[in-house]
Every structure is written in C-alpha cells, then in structure tokens.
C-alpha cells in the first residue's frame, strides 16, 4: 500500500520558499562562487602586457603631474 | 529645514510618475523586461520621455499651471507605486532570479573588488548628491535651461520668445526642470539631472550586460558615474548628462537588433531613445550620423544583417523623427531654421537685416584645427589640457586614454567592434565641427564597456604588469571618487538644511541682491533688461541685452544720451541691470548698456534713471563684479 500523501499547507509552502530564498541569499554573501568552466584562454604574452602596464603608469603619471601643475 | 526633503520628495514624485508611465509601454513592446534592472531602466526612460512629450503638449495649449502640474504628479506616482508593487509581486509569485545574465567564457570578478567600485561610484554620486541639493549657480542653467522652464510656468505655455536664442531649441529636459519647478523649485530640477546622471550608470549597465556578464556590466556602469565630467555634469541642471542617457540607450537597444539579432521591437524602443536624444540636444544628429555610418559599415561587411541593418535604420528613424522632430518643426516655424542658431548660412535669417546669423564651425570653437596631425593628438590633447577645451569640471579624465589603448593587446570581443566604431566616428565628427570636450561625453559609455573588456583580459597578464596597471587604474578610481566629496564641502550645511538658501545665494550668486532686490519692490508688469545672463533668480520678466540689440539695433536709435530711458521704456522696459568687471580678471561684459546708462547720467544728471541697488560681488578666478539695479523713469 502506498501512504497516502498529506495535505501541504500553504502557508508552510511560502515559509519553506522564504526560508529557501535567505539560505540563497546568506550562500551568496558568504561562500566564494568558484570559477567559471572553459576559461581555457592562452595567458597574453608578457612583453604586450609591459607595453600596456607601462603606457597605463606613463599617462596616469603624465596625467597627475600635469593637473597638480607640475608639468 | 526642511526644504531639502521637499525637493527630495518631488525627486521621488517625479521618478514613480515616470516609471507610471513608462511601464506600460515598456510592457506593451514586450522587450526591455529580461531582469529588474533592465525593466526599471527602459521604464523610466520611457516614461521620461512620455512625460516630457505630455507637458510640451500641455504648453502648446496654455495649460502649463503648477496645480495642474501637481495633481496630475500625485496621481502618476500613486499609479507608478502600484506599478512596482504589481511588478514585485509578479516576480515573487513566478520566483525569477534576479540579474540572471548570459553566461560568459571568463571569470567574473571577485565580489570584494565589485562590492569596491560599487563603493567608490556611490561616494562619487552621494558627493554629486551633495552639490546638487544646494541651490543653482551654473551659468548656462540660470541662463536658459532654468531661465525658459520658468518664464514657461509664468506664461502657462511653451510660447516663442523672440529674444531669446534659447527659445527654439530641443527643449525635453528643460520639460523635465519645469515639471520640477511647479512642484518644487530649482533645487529639485537640479537633483532630476543628478538622478538621470545615476540612471546613466545603470543604462550604460543594461549596454554593456550583453557584452560582458552582468556582474562586469557593473563595473561599466560604475566607471561611467566616476567620469569626472559625468559627475560634475550632475551636480547642475545642464543637458549633457540627459543627451548621454538617451543615447546610450538608443545604442543599446538598436544594438540588441542588429548585432544580437533579437526581436525587431527593439528597434522600437531604439526609436524611442533616439527621439528622447533629439528633444534633448542638437548634438544628437551628430551622433546619429555616426551611427548611421557604422550602419552603412556593417551592412557593406556583413551581409547575414543587411536586412536587421535596413530594419533598423527604418523604425528607429521614423520613430525617434515621431518622438523628437517636432521640436525642429517648432524651430523652423518661428526661426526658418530647424538648428536656429546652426546652419545660419543655409537656412536664411527671419529677422530683418540678418542679424542673427552665426557662424557654425566658427575657428575659435576648433583649437586643435582640423587637420590629420591634430586628429592624431587630439585624444592626449583633450585629457591632458582639458582647459583648452571648455574647461576642467567637464573633463573625461586619463581612465580611457589609459585603458582603452589595451584593446589593440587583448582579444577581440564580439560585437565590442561596433560600439568602438561608434565612437570613432563621432569623435572624428566631434573633431571636425566643435571641439568641447563636453560633447564628447557620449562616447563615454561606449568605451566604458571596452575598458572592462581589458580589465578582463587583465587576467591573463604576468602577475607584475597586472599589479602594476591594476594599482593605476585602482588610484584613479578612487581620486575620482574623493575629488566629488571634496568639491562638496561647501554645500553641505544648505543641503542639511543647517544653512538657509538665500544665505548660500547670497555667498555664491553674484546677482542674488539685484533679484532680491527686483522680487521684493518691482511691479507685478515689471520687464528687465540686464547686461548679465544670469536671469533665473529673477522673478520679472528678463531680456538679455546682447540679443535684444543683435536684434533690434536699439543703440543705433539712441542719438542724444538723454532718449535713453525713454527708447527703452518705450519698448517696454522699466529696469535694468548693468553689470561690470572691475578687477583685473575674470568675465568681460559687453559694454554698451553701462556705455549708455552713463551717458545719460553725464548728460542729465541722473534724470531718468534711478539705482536701486549697487553692489560688488567678488569671483573665485579674482575678477570683481559691479551690478547696479536701475530703474527706468
């Protein structure tokens, strides 16, 4: 015989989705997402990414001494 | 005291009154509603629109009455609340996830570091939220983004003013500032750019999210908010910040179209955008041109989307022309020019002699020249001397110089092309016609999505270059969130509703006293014509000197120095304001009104004229003002 399945009460229903939605929320807040799959995307070659970190410091350097007078 | 949460309150009037409107035309187009965010977006800048269109209609009619105004608010934002209720229980009832965003192939970032820039694009806004809530003292919103919406309210209609340049321009956010004037005052039409300015940053949000994810769209919408150019823009009632809201949206949704190949609607909603973009500023055309050139270059090279392409520049043309055209139409009817004052030398002049013709790509607007060596240099030009270009507190600031090159040693992201496109064209065109760097703030959202695309592809750095450019771009970020918090320090005690408004006027206005003056003791039928432009303060109404002589040659009528008063009483006038600079530095008025006023003092020993007020007002720049309120008998 198979028991019989009670009935659910509604207002339980929407405390166990309210209750779900909090333990959601609280993972979220706390808990590290992992990495996302596939990223298996070359590494990009060191001497671009001097160039570009190298013009970044330059302009951002230029930038500030020219606005604080200085240049 | 509580005046700030007065203007506050008409804020949050004005905003659910708008989301009222634009959610059923968001709803009825069925586009636009994938998350909370993009829902709210689209529905604001609908309603905005919608909103704008209504109270210019109401003008046309003569009922432009601040009770009228204000009812129809209230029952707006009544019906904007039950629009959000509505739609939060929509979205409890099917339990969606919020902000669910394409999955992408990178990481996305780590959430201390969005949590931070978050951070530093809210201390940025609440430092722009600061200054914004202090009375208006810019000089082009007292002259005419303010100035028009009132003598609009005292009128009861969006009426011709014929000294007045301003009267026939696209005139959608100064809709929005008379809205806010008849429920509050200026301070509230401030505080509407300062929130258009936020909804920006979420618009440029909504632009980039199909690009990059969700949660490095933030990072998009966050830098655009730091711009220092953006941010100051919100600390005032101008219309650059609008012009750049509506644009991007019309990008974002035109690009949804095309690039993505989703739903022809969102052409519609493109169109929409687009017709708020041209209602707000003539500027607009440019960036439509540049737009359409991109067009032209997608469906040359990719022939899968001719036909989205053709689609595309179909609707959005007749619905953005719908929207936004009627505004030329308003221009050429009272002007015989849809651009008055651009264009002068095709479309001919209405007024006898031509004397308002003005040149449209005058020299003196170009420093850079137009030239191909000057188009190489003008990027590191305008970031570097900012000055040259209409000045430092509308500058773009060094992020994008130094991040966008970066896309030139990373990957190529799909569809990242056509907004770089965009923006090169519009730059080439800004470089062409006039070079303010203010105008190049619609670009600034486009490049914010490929600056995030490099701090992506950042990842893949060698650990030192990547901490080396990260701790740049980091120290940026945050000078341009402190630089707002600084500016702010004065306006903090009137914004806390510690210090009175007229006292702050009374620091920051030069012509505070001469209104003060004009409010409290001229007549009801009182009509000023003053040397100085600020005219919002003022009560009366007010004539701007140099347009009424460009137009009338009223000088030119004045043979003997006693018909002075008497010409000008004659056309109406009973007062005027003469202003001067008697310091060494700083603005330089046009002579003639005091040239004149002086002489019939000289002559008749001050019969006729009669000062009411003559005070000096000194400038931050050392320059020292002389105004005096003078009576015409």
Redesign the interface.
């Known amino acids: 015989m198979i028991a019989p399945l009670g009935r659910s009460n509604p207002k339980a229903v929407g405390r166990r989705r309210r209750m779900h939605g909090a333990h959601r929320l609280v993972a979220w807040t706390l808990l590290d997402q992992g990495s996302r799959p596939n990223e298996n995307a070359p590494p990009v070659a060191a001497w671009r990414a001097w160039i570009f970190a190298g013009w970044v410091v330059i302009v951002t350097g230029v930038y500030l001494a020219t606005m604080l007078g200085w240049l | 005291m509580f005046a700030p949460f007065f203007s506050l309150l008409s804020l949050a009037t004005i905003a659910l009154a708008s989301y009222g409107l634009g959610r059923p035309i968001v709803r009825g187009l069925g586009v636009g509603e994938e998350d909370r965010l993009s829902t709210a977006v689209w529905s604001l800048a609908a309603g905005l629109v919608a909103a704008g269109m209504f109270l210019a209609a109401l003008g046309l009619v003569g009922l432009l009455y601040p009770w009228l105004i204000g009812v129809l608010s209230v029952a707006a934002s009544f019906w904007g609340i039950g629009q959000l209720v509505a739609a939060c229980s929509r979205q409890r009832d099917e339990?969606t996830a919020a902000g669910e965003s394409p999955?992408?192939?990178?990481?996305?970032p780590p959430?201390w570091m969005t949590g931070g820039i978050l951070l530093l694009a809210a201390l940025a806004c609440l430092g722009s939220l600061v200054s914004a809530m202090a009375p208006p003292t810019a000089g082009d919103a007292l002259c005419y983004h303010l100035e028009l919406p009132k003598a609009f309210l005292a009128d009861h209609a969006v009426g011709y003013l014929p000294y007045s340049e301003n009267s026939t321009y696209p005139l959608l956010a100064e809709m929005w500032y008379l809205w806010a004037l008849a429920l509050d005052g200026g301070v509230a039409a401030q505080l509407v750019h300062w929130g258009l300015g936020v909804l920006l940053g979420l618009a440029t949000v909504v632009l980039a999210t199909p690009l990059v994810g969700r949660p490095w769209a933030w990072w998009a919408g966050a830098t655009v908010v730091l711009v220092p150019g953006v941010n100051n823009q919100m600390t005032a009632p101008l219309n650059d910040v609008a012009l750049v809201l509506f644009v991007t949206l019309a990008v974002a949704a035109w690009w949804r179209g095309v690039a993505g190949g989703e739903s022809r609607r969102w052409f519609v909603l493109a169109g929409l955008a687009a017709g708020g973009a041209l209602g707000t500023k003539y500027l607009a055309m440019v960036f439509a041109a540049a737009v359409a050139i991109a067009s032209v270059w997608i469906f040359w090279r990719h022939a899968p989307r001719r036909r989205s392409v053709l689609e595309a520049a179909a609707i959005v043309t007749v619905v953005a022309i719908s929207v936004g055209g009627w505004w030329y139409v308003r221009a050429a009817w009272h002007r015989g020019n849809p651009v008055y004052p651009f264009l002068s030398e095709v479309f001919p002049s209405t007024s006898p002699g031509g004397t308002d013709q003005h040149e449209t790509l005058p020299a003196s607007k170009s420093p850079l020249g137009r030239n191909p060596l000057g188009a190489i240099v003008a990027p590191w030009q305008v970031?570097?001397?900012p000055e040259r270009f209409g000045g430092?507190g509308h500058q773009l600031g060094?992020l994008l110089?130094?991040?966008v090159?970066?896309v030139l040693?990373?990957?190529r992201l799909r569809g990242l092309g056509i907004l770089l496109g965009v923006g090169l064209v519009y730059g080439v065109l800004w470089y062409l016609l006039r070079q303010n760097v203010r105008f190049l703030l619609p670009v600034v959202p486009l490049l914010s999505v490929a600056v995030v695309w490099v701090w992506i592809?950042m990842g893949?750095?060698?650990l030192?270059?990547?901490l080396?450019?990260g701790t740049?771009?980091a120290?940026?970020l945050a000078l341009y969130a402190v630089v707002p918090l600084a500016r702010c320090g004065d306006q903090v005690a009137v914004a806390l509703g510690l210090e009175s408004r007229e006292d702050y006027l009374l620091r920051h206005e030069p012509t505070w006293q001469a209104a003060e003056v004009s409010n409290q003791w001229f007549p009801a039928e009182a009509q000023l014509l003053t040397q100085d432009y600020r005219a919002f303060h003022f009560q009366c109404r007010v004539t701007r000197e140099n347009v009424y002589r460009r137009a009338t040659r009223y000088d030119r009528q004045i043979t003997d120095p006693a018909d002075f008063s008497r010409t000008l009483r004659e056309a109406g006038f009973t007062h005027v304001l003469l202003a001067e600079n008697v310091g060494d530095q700083g603005i330089r008025y046009d002579p003639t009104l005091s040239r004149l006023a002086e002489a019939q003092w000289s002559a008749c020993a001050g019969d006729g004229l009669v000062t009411l007020a003559d005070y000096r007002f000194p400038d931050v720049d050392g320059g020292v003002r002389r105004y005096r309120l003078v009576a015409l008998r």
């Not at chain 2, 999955?103 to 996305?108: D, I, T």
Request: no cysteine.
């Open positions: 339990a999955p992408v192939p990178w990481p996305s959430r970031t570097m001397h430092r060094v110089l130094a991040a090159p970066g040693v990373v990957r592809e893949r750095f060698p030192v270059p990547r080396a450019a740049a771009f120290g940026i």
